[in-house]
């Protein structure tokens, strides 16, 4: 294969001394061998030793055979926003320049997606800065931003510029997934279970409210294979044809058409999951055409070539395969790579 593009991987360097944003007293964790355990929010977490490492990641994505990387920082803005007393758009550069030092020591193979804040309007000015003088490929954004989702009149100036601008988005979720007060605090369950239910919450709001007939060139990438999305669509299926005849407005379903036909038409996903049958049943969904390969490095430390086995034993063409591994990621981001 021509390359292999890895869309979905992490870095946060370790501090660097100081305390811009006033957040240091609550974000202090305990050392446990190389890794650090932290309970925000009473929710316990481990922060693996790979996600500071950015040398390490790289190589052993090389050894993987992976030969470029995306490279964003999915919860601190949304986390220390809520913490510092700084603006969130304060916050937001002071996360985006994070990303643009670390991938600036690597230029050739990887490259920043950058976060705002969708539901303020004044970050669209934040997310020109990214797209223009620091050259960003993308915007990572959060499936919901202190607990609200992204289909409400507050995102529609952030997804009119996403559309008039046709700007790449990288959809996932945050470090604290919506119900999380609800005994999520053990077995690992707001990482495991509560964020793919958060991105599932964030992507249903948007097929069901309309989102994508008011806003229908919109095209999103979803992490995680769109997290626990594909086993709700057949749920989502049938409420749209059953109707809301009797409903108060606030509660009617309002997409125009079967709340599956977005799929291809206005989402992709990339494969992280490390679960061979999950990501055979997303390309057969989605499409070979809207699935990006994508290993989630960083925070979660398995072997990345176990990704690149799962894309290489799937049982399609080699084509399709050379979709996934780099040309849709290609065009998605408009890499130019040949």
């Known amino acids: 294969m021509a390359h292999i593009i890895d869309i979905h991987t992490h870095h946060a360097g370790p501090p660097k001394g100081g305390d811009p944003l006033g957040v240091a007293h609550a974000m202090r964790g305990q050392m446990v061998g190389k890794n650090m355990f932290s309970d925000f929010k009473g929710l316990p977490g481990i922060a693996y030793y790979e996600l500071t490492n950015f040398q390490l990641q790289q190589e052993n994505s090389h050894k993987a055979g992976i030969d470029y990387r995306l490279m964003s920082n999915p919860f601190s803005a949304e986390v220390l926003s809520e913490i510092s007393k700084k603006p969130s758009i304060d916050v937001c550069k002071f996360c985006n320049d994070e990303i643009a030092e670390t991938v600036g020591t690597a230029p050739k193979d990887t490259a920043g997606l950058g976060t705002v804040n969708p539901l303020e309007k004044g970050h669209i000015a934040e997310a020109e800065r990214l797209l223009g003088p ?31 601008k046709n700007v790449p988005i990288f959809l996932h979720p945050p470090r604290v997934p919506i119900g999380h007060e609800q005994q999520m605090d053990q077995y690992k369950l707001d990482e495991l279970v509560g964020r793919p239910f958060d991105t599932a919450m964030s992507v249903a709001r948007m097929i069901l409210s309309g989102l994508f007939d008011r806003f229908p060139k919109l095209q999103i990438c979803v992490a995680h294979m769109g997290g626990g999305l594909l086993p709700c669509m057949g749920r989502l299926d049938f409420g749209w044809r059953l109707g809301c005849e009797g409903m108060p407005e606030r509660a009617a379903i309002k997409c125009k058409n079967i709340p599956s036909s977005y799929l291809r038409k206005n989402l992709h996903v990339d494969i992280m999951g490390v679960w061979a049958p999950h990501v055979a049943e997303a390309v057969e969904v989605f499409g070979p055409d ?43 981001f408009k890499l130019g790579m040949q």
């Open 134 to 164: 620091m050259k960003f490929k993308g915007l990572q954004i959060v499936t919901s931003w202190h607990g609200k989702f992204l289909d409400t009149e507050e995102a529609w100036p952030f997804w009119e510029y996403v559309q008039d």
């Open 290 to 332: 809207h699935v990006m390969f994508g290993t989630d490095y960083g925070p979660v430390p398995v072997d990345p070539k176990a990704h690149v086995d799962i894309v290489k034993n799937l049982k399609i063409s080699d084509a399709d395969k050379e979709k996934i591994f780099w040309k849709n990621a290609n065009a998605y």
